[in-house]
């Protein structure tokens, strides 16, 4: 079973920022938050991951808390191109790195 | 392109045909894993393979299906006798693991099987 949860959708609007929650309270100090994306009909696409510390790319940010419970992956200016199933996943350094997903979160963006 | 590319990318079969997929990995990435998704759930974990060796397998692969990576670069996944409870997408990921650090895994755009 996934050891992240997080809400089944959410909408934006387009231009604005999209800031998706996930809860990871059952997080081990080893374990890395990873955010893929799904569009339609597609193949997952790696957006970013991070352990403790806060991290940024090209395509988002990821802020975790402290206690490293929650996070929350953050598009800084949605666009339509953005709808898609957002997965948020804890996995092991090192070991197994078999990927568990989730449900996700159905980001919709509206113009 | 080179990223990870899946052939087929839609396969319609009857019920009890055998069918094949094939993955080529990103270029040097040492590992391959499979994944299966059905409608409106998230992909689910089959197998993974280290260069040649497959390390990995979920409860998931029955013994109708069979996966290799014969030379460590391009995977191919049969599945023998196919059923309907087999349609779903299939999608191959590749990574690049050097050292103990947590590689990221990279997918392809996925098989479609229908078994009618």
């Known amino acids: 079973d996934a050891k992240t949860t997080q809400p089944p959708s959410m909408d934006c609007a387009e231009g604005r920022a999209a800031n998706l929650p996930c809860n990871h309270s059952t997080i081990s100090g080893n374990e890395y938050v990873y955010w893929y994306r799904q569009i339609h009909s597609q193949g997952p696409q790696y957006i970013i991951h991070g352990l403790k510390n806060n991290e940024t790319n090209e395509m988002a940010s990821l802020i975790i808390t402290e206690d490293r419970k929650s996070s929350t992956l953050i598009l800084p200016h949605a666009t339509l191109r953005d709808t898609a199933v957002y997965y948020c996943?804890?996995?092991?350094?090192?070991?197994?790195?078999?990927?568990?997903f989730g449900k996700g979160t159905k980001l919709t963006v509206n113009p | 392109d080179t990223g990870v590319s899946q052939n087929p990318r839609h396969k319609i079969t009857k019920r009890g045909q055998n069918v094949t997929f094939r993955c080529d990995p990103i270029?040097?990435?040492?590992?391959l894993y499979w994944y299966r998704q059905t409608l409106g759930q998230g992909p689910e974990f089959l197998t993974y393979?280290?260069?040649?060796?497959?390390?990995?397998k979920s409860r998931l692969l029955s013994d109708r299906f069979s996966a290799e990576r014969p030379k460590g670069s391009f995977s191919t996944l049969e599945i023998q006798r196919t059923e309907q409870g087999d349609s779903a997408m299939y999608l191959c990921?590749?990574?690049?693991?050097?050292?103990?650090?947590?590689?990221?895994?990279?997918f392809g755009p996925g098989t479609r099987l229908t078994v009618l």
């Open positions: 990921a590749s990574s690049k693991i050097e050292d103990r650090s947590t590689d990221t895994q990279y």
């Open positions: 996943i804890a996995r092991p350094q090192g070991g197994s790195e078999k990927l568990v």
């Open positions: 270029s040097e990435h040492n590992r």
């Open positions: 393979f280290q260069n040649e060796a497959q390390l990995e």
